[in-house]
C-alpha cells in the first residue's frame, strides 16, 4: 500500500471482503475517490439525516442536521463526478416547523402540483395548516394533515395535539414518522406510538385515511403499535403498509409488524395480517425497496441485532387475519437475515446492536443490474478510533446462504465520535450509484465514488 505525505491520508483498494478505506484528502486531491460536503453553516449535527431522489439527469441529496429541532436542511444536486459544494437550497423547515426523524423523498408531484421530485421533512404549521411538512424542487411548501382526537379512545395523545405540543417546544415525546414507497406513484403512511394510529395518503392527495387498528391496540395498553413504518410498492402497482409495534420495553414478549395491502384502483385496505416476530425489538426499525430482483419490493425488518428480509409480494398474498401468535398462513415469505461482522480494522458490532438497522439505503454500486443494501453503522471503531463509524454493504439472495457482507466504507484518517453511517443514502450518477454517508461528529456528508465490487463501480476518474 503506498503511503503519501501526512497532508494525504493513505489510499486503500479494496479487496471483495474488505473496508474500503478512503480518505479525507478531496480538499488537497481534486480527484480523490471520496467527496466531502461539510455544513453550509448553522445546522447542528450536519449529515445526521440524509435522503436522496433521482432527478432526469443526476440526483439531489437533501441533508438534515439533529432531528426533532427546528434546524435548517440543505439540498444539493449531484449530477457527475465533480459535484457542487454548495447547496442549491437551504432553509425548509424554518419557523412553526419541527425537523423530524427522517427525511421522505416523493418521486412524482406532491398534492401542491409542484416540480417533483419532493421531499416530507418534518411537522409543523404552514399558513394556518398544521400537519406534515413537505418541499419540492421549485421550492413550494406543502402540507399534509394529520388525524385529530380519536373519539373511541379520548385519552390517548392525538397526532395533531403531537405536533402542536412540538410546536410549543415539548419534544419529550416521539413525533410522527413516515415513509413513501419508492414508485412513480408513491403513496405515504405515517405513524405515532403515542397516539398508537396508523394512516395513508393516497398517491397524489393530502387526504389521510385512518388504517384499521388491531385488537391488541384498544386492549393491551402495553402494545407499542406505531413504533416504525414502511411503504412497499408491488407489482401491478398495489402497496402494502407495514407498522412495527417492537415491544422493545418488554423482553418477555415478542414483537410483530401488522401489513396491510392497499389496492390502487380503490385506495382501500383490501386485506391485512400480522407478521410474527422470535423476540422482543422485532420491528424496531422498518425499511423497504428491491433487493432480489422481482417486481415487488422487499420489507426490512430489524430485530434488534439483525435484520430480516421478507419477499412483499408473499407478504401481500397472505389471507386477512388479525391474530399475531400464529405463523402466517401461506408461504413463508423470509428471504434472508444479515448481521454486523467485525474485520480486522472494523470491530464493535456487540456493543452496538440498537444501531444496526436504523440507517439502510438501496442502490446498484457496481451498474450491473441488481441492488446492494447499505447499512450505516456510526458507533463502530475504526483502527482503534472509538465511534469513528463506518458503512457496511451486502448483497442480498434469494439463497439466504450466498447473502454476505461484499464491502466496507470507511475513513483512512477517522477521529473519535465522527459516526459515520449515521445516515446513509444511494445517489445516482452516470451508470451506477454511489454512498453517502453522513458524519455528524464532524459535520460533514461523504460520498464514496468508487467501488470495491467493480464493473460501472469503478468508472470515473476518481478511482485508481
Do not use: K
Amino acid at each position: 500500500m503506498p503511503t503519501r505525505s501526512s497532508t494525504i491520508a493513505v489510499l486503500c483498494l479494496c479487496a471483495s471482503l474488505p473496508a474500503c478505506s478512503w480518505s479525507r484528502f478531496d480538499d488537497i486531491r481534486n480527484e480523490s475517490p471520496v467527496v466531502r460536503i461539510t455544513n453550509p453553516g448553522a445546522i447542528p449535527g450536519f449529515g445526521a439525516r440524509l435522503a436522496s431522489a433521482r432527478l432526469d439527469a443526476g440526483s439531489v441529496l437533501l441533508v438534515g442536521g439533529q432531528p426533532n429541532s427546528a434546524s435548517s436542511l440543505a439540498q444539493y444536486s449531484i449530477a457527475d463526478d465533480r459535484p457542487a459544494s454548495s447547496p442549491v437550497d437551504v432553509g425548509f423547515c424554518g419557523q412553526a416547523c419541527v425537523s423530524g426523524a427522517s427525511l421522505t423523498p416523493l418521486l412524482s408531484a406532491a398534492p401542491s402540483g409542484s416540480t417533483p421530485p419532493c421531499f416530507l421533512f418534518g411537522a409543523g404549521d404552514r399558513a394556518g395548516a398544521r400537519g406534515l411538512l413537505g418541499r419540492c424542487q421549485d421550492r413550494v411548501d406543502f402540507v399534509y394533515p394529520v388525524p385529530g382526537a380519536d373519539p373511541a379512545h379520548p385519552q390517548d395523545v392525538s397526532p395533531a395535539e403531537l405536533v402542536d405540543q412540538a410546536l410549543a417546544g415539548d419534544l419529550s415525546q416521539p413525533l410522527i414518522q413516515q415513509a413513501a414507497s419508492a414508485d412513480q406513484q408513491p403513496l405515504v403512511a405515517a405513524v405515532s406510538s403515542v397516539s398508537r394510529r396508523a394512516w395513508f395518503y393516497p398517491p397524489a392527495s393530502s387526504a389521510f385515511q385512518l388504517l384499521p387498528s388491531p385488537d391488541a391496540v384498544a386492549t393491551d395498553q402495553g402494545e407499542d403499535f406505531g413504533a416504525a413504518v414502511a411503504v412497499l410498492a408491488l407489482a401491478g402497482g398495489d402497496h402494502l403498509v407495514a407498522v412495527s409495534a417492537p415491544r422493545i420495553d418488554d423482553p418477555s414478549r415478542n414483537g410483530h409488524v401488522w401489513f396491510y395491502r392497499i389496492e390502487r384502483a380503490t385506495n382501500q385496505v383490501s386485506s391485512w395480517g400480522c407478521l410474527p416476530g422470535d423476540r422482543s425489538g422485532f420491528g424496531l426499525y422498518l425499511s423497504a425497496g428491491q433487493l432480489v430482483g422481482d417486481a415487488s419490493d422487499e420489507l426490512l425488518v430489524t430485530s434488534i441485532d439483525s435484520i430480516q428480509i421478507y419477499d412483499g409480494s408473499v407478504l401481500a398474498a397472505q389471507p386477512l387475519s388479525d391474530q399475531c401468535d400464529a405463523p402466517l398462513a401461506s408461504a413463508d415469505p423470509h428471504v434472508a437475515s444479515l448481521s454486523c461482522v467485525d474485520s480486522a480494522a472494523v470491530v464493535g458490532c456487540n456493543r452496538s446492536p440498537l444501531s444496526f438497522g436504523r440507517s439502510t439505503a438501496i442502490g446498484d454500486l457496481d451498474g450491473d443490474g441488481v441492488n446492494e443494501l447499505v447499512v450505516g453503522m456510526p458507533e463502530l471503531d475504526v483502527d482503534g478510533v472509538h465511534g469513528a463509524g463506518a458503512v457496511l454493504v451486502y448483497h442480498v439472495d434469494a439463497d439466504p446462504t450466498r447473502s454476505s457482507i461484499v464491502e466496507t466504507d470507511r475513513l483512512a484518517s477517522p477521529s473519535n465520535g465522527d459516526a459515520l453511517g449515521s445516515a446513509v443514502a444511494t445517489v445516482r450518477v452516470g451508470d451506477r450509484d454511489v454512498v453517502a454517508a453522513g458524519a455528524p461528529g464532524a459535520a460533514t456528508v461523504f460520498l464514496f465514488y468508487c467501488s470495491s465490487l467493480g464493473g460501472a463501480g469503478r468508472n470515473s476518474f476518481r478511482c485508481p
